[in-house]
């Protein structure tokens, strides 16, 4: 499009996004339970991302796959052996069937009952309570899970992540003006520009390296492109502490108890 609506409807989305890094880099860095905080609870079930809440976490991550029957079914592996009492493969089996597994058992007696949750259930829980990111597993689920960020009203609480750039671009097709991360397999690489570039092309408002090798120049280049910089997944208190001097901007962990402790008394010395 060479000019005219498209245009003024990008640089608003634009704007609305720069809107948002702005106000999370004002918060002071995320604490983000991962998977819900998959140390404390039965991973990217209802049950972690209310015991996130009830934490004091503001933002959780939550990864989502497609059923067989075309469901967004929140759940990290590509089958069901790991997390549940069941087997197969998730996309394979129908919603139906994923909702009689149990998701908590294996976690826990204590959690026994809890389901696999969609996608639109975890965002109705947590909708006022969570910013969310949500990491896409699957191929073509962009626009469901567009769909499900609207109709839950997440869509102003949530970025969107993926290893994949050709999902980022699909995802932006469809929702220009909702969040992206890209996040990187890689160990943060000593030459940050090339994956800042990658970002930027992608419109993505935040980069998200593995937290192995994250340097202060990594950290200072991306957020000098307006990037955020958030790492996974950090459980040691100590390498939490380091890349907080680093000065990222988030950080993913199972232990979310811990990182908050951290926070606040680095709040209470600042
Ligand atoms: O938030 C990023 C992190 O969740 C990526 O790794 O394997 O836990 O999905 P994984
Ligand atoms: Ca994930």
């Known amino acids: 499009m060479a000019s005219g609506a498209g245009e003024r409807g990008n640089s608003r989305a634009t704007r609305h996004?720069?809107?948002?890094?702005?106000?999370?880099?004002?918060?002071g860095?995320?604490?983000?339970?991962?998977?819900?905080?998959?140390?404390?609870?039965?991973?990217?079930?209802?049950?972690?991302?209310?015991?996130?809440?009830?934490?004091?976490?503001k933002w959780a991550e939550l990864d989502v796959r497609a059923s067989r029957d075309g469901a967004l079914a929140v759940i990290h592996d590509s089958t069901v052996d790991r997390t549940t009492n069941g087997t197969g493969a998730v996309a394979e089996l129908s919603l139906r069937q994923l909702k009689k597994l149990d998701a908590g058992l294996k976690f826990s007696r204590r959690f026994a009952g809890q389901r696999i949750p969609t996608l639109d259930q975890v965002l109705r829980a947590v909708r006022g309570k969570l910013n969310m990111l949500v990491e896409i597993k699957a191929k073509n689920i962009e626009?469901?899970?567009?769909?499900?960020?609207?109709?839950?009203?997440?869509?102003?609480?949530?970025?969107?992540?993926?290893?994949?750039?050709?999902?980022?671009?699909?995802?932006?097709?469809?929702?220009?003006?909702?969040?992206?991360?890209?996040?990187?397999?890689?160990?943060?690489?000593?030459?940050?520009?090339?994956?800042?570039?990658?970002?930027?092309?992608?419109?993505?408002?935040?980069?998200?390296?593995?937290?192995?090798?994250?340097?202060?120049?990594?950290?200072?280049?991306?957020?000098?492109?307006?990037?955020?910089?958030?790492?996974w997944t950090v459980n040691d208190p100590g390498r939490m502490e380091a890349l907080l001097d680093l000065g990222v901007d988030g950080i993913g962990t199972d232990r979310p108890d811990v990182l908050l402790k951290i926070l606040a008394r680095r709040r209470r010395r600042a």
């Open 143 to 231: 626009r469901q899970v567009v769909a499900s960020l609207r109709k839950t009203r997440m869509d102003t609480s949530a970025v969107v992540i993926c290893f994949d750039p050709e999902v980022l671009v699909r995802f932006k097709q469809v929702a220009s003006d909702l969040p992206t991360g890209l996040l990187l397999s890689l160990r943060a690489p000593k030459e940050p520009g090339p994956l800042v570039a990658l970002a930027r092309r992608l419109r993505a408002c935040c980069i998200m390296p593995s937290h192995e090798g994250v340097t202060k120049e990594f950290v200072e280049k991306a957020q000098a492109a307006g990037l955020l910089v958030s790492t």
């Open 17 to 27: 996004i720069a809107a948002g890094v702005k106000a999370w880099r004002e918060e």
């Open 29 to 57: 860095p995320a604490c983000i339970a991962h998977r819900g905080g998959l140390a404390l609870a039965p991973e990217n079930t209802l049950a972690s991302f209310a015991n996130a809440v009830k934490l004091g976490c």
